[in-house]
């Protein structure tokens, strides 16, 4: 009985200072999105949505070099779609939750991957004047995830990242587009840790 109090006290300890060694920041940036689908013919430009995210972060290093990376960001993705006259752009807002790992290669440079779990705030297609609202609609998927991966440089507190996010699930309803749709992101982003 003993023993095991012991060992449950030993844990909590090295729990508890594992939390003392958090950092906690935040970040803000450009997004350029696009969207992975083959249902757009070719005679159409498409065109990156540059949008924003930001968000908060929280780093808890694991030992010398690895590091786990988790993050709450607000995100602007999606794509504009032009021919001729005719534009549309698909706008998507996302609640994201990336976890990931980084892996310290260099004093100041890292490189990171891991799962990203996001929810979707928004989703509209602009057409000309016309607006269609994907989620009153019930056209578009709810929740979807993605693999992020990156690579930093850190100064002191200041982060700057580069960031891939590729969607893995197909953000629309069956019975809206026979295609698939996920949505891909570029993040180019600057933080600062407390």
Partial sequence: MRKSILVVLLVGLMVVGSFAQMNYGVKGGLTLGKVSTDDVPSSVDRKFRMGFAFG???????????????????????????????????????????????????????????????????AKVEEEGYELDLLEEDLVKTFGMGLSFGAQYMMDKIIIDARYDLGLTNMVEDDFMTEEAKFNTIYLTVGYLF
Avoid: H, R
């Avoid at 602007?76 to 998507?92: H, L, Q, R, V, W």
């Fill in 56 to 122: 908060g972060m929280m780093v808890m290093p694991l030992n010398e070099n690895m590091e786990l990376q988790t993050e709450l960001m607000y995100v602007m993705k999606g794509e504009k779609f032009e021919e001729g006259s005719f534009d549309m752009e698909i706008k998507m807002d996302v609640l994201e939750v990336p976890v990931l790992l980084k892996y310290k290669f260099a004093e100041n440079m890292a490189a990171y991957g891991g799962i990203s779990l996001d929810y979707i705030v928004s």
